[in-house]
């Protein structure tokens, strides 16, 4: 059975600080996805990385797929206010998700 | 791109009636579809896998017979809970893949519907 680990399930921190949320497995994936769920709404993309070791920047997010694909890091940098919300990882194989637990962040004015 | 729409975005209906959610694929055509199931405060938990034009996968601990899918066309997948009861109040969301994507393993989500049975 596939599972994703993700750290920290919750995190609250000022505006302008830099978070780093993690999904790690003993498993390999063929990719990596980045969500983003608003309360009473569907996860919405943010990034898919396929390759190890790939690095991807959307903006402040910047997202990475562990060289042996079992692994991936979100790091936020001078977080804000907009940036609240769960943040789930979900890794792809056997043509389904598995999804982390999740990280909900909390980013204070 | 890649929109998918559900609805209704919320229902309420009496304990014993079916009530059946529909999710569409509104600019891609996707030949598998997913419906998920989402508690307060948790992840998303698969319910089934719904393949156009076969039978849907279900996960184990899904009932089959109570959550009824159909996928009847490239931008349609329906999910139907029959006999609905108190305990299957929950958000259901829908995701889609996009058939011509590189990427096979992307899904694309709906809004979600809000389901209390009363």
């Known amino acids: 059975t596939q599972l994703l680990e993700q750290s920290p399930q919750f995190l609250s921190i000022q505006e302008g600080e830099n978070l780093t949320v993690y999904c790690n497995s003993s498993?390999?994936?063929?990719?990596l996805q980045w969500y983003r769920q608003e309360p009473g709404e569907g996860p919405v993309l943010l990034v898919t990385?396929?390759?190890?070791?790939e690095v991807k920047k959307l903006k402040r997010l910047t997202f990475q797929f562990g060289d042996a694909r079992k692994d991936s890091s979100l790091h936020i940098t001078a977080a804000q206010p907009g940036d609240t919300g769960l943040y789930l990882c979900?890794?792809?194989?056997?043509?389904?998700?598995?999804f982390g637990a999740g990280t909900r962040l909390a980013v204070h004015p | 791109g890649a929109v998918v729409s559900q609805h209704p975005s919320w229902v309420i209906c009496k304990s014993g009636t079916s009530v059946k959610i529909e999710c569409r694929s509104l600019?891609?055509?996707?030949?598998?579809m997913f419906w998920y199931r989402q508690f307060p405060k948790q992840s998303l938990m698969l319910m089934a896998t719904?393949?156009?034009?076969?039978?849907?996968?279900?996960e184990q601990g899904v009932e089959k017979d109570k959550f009824l899918i159909n996928h009847a066309s490239l931008t349609l997948s329906t999910l139907t809970v029959t006999s609905a009861h108190p305990e299957d109040s929950s958000f259901y969301i829908c995701?889609?893949?996009?058939?011509?994507?590189?990427?096979?393993?992307?899904?694309?989500f709906g809004p979600g519907t809000r389901l209390t049975v009363l």
């Open positions: 498993s390999v994936f063929s990719s």
């Open positions: 719904s393949n156009e034009g076969s039978k849907a996968t279900y």
């Open positions: 990385v396929v390759t190890g070791g």
């Open positions: 979900a890794g792809g194989g056997y043509n389904k998700l598995i």
């Open positions: 995701s889609a893949r996009d058939r011509t994507s590189g990427n096979t393993d992307t899904q694309y």
């Open positions: 600019d891609f055509q996707a030949t598998t």
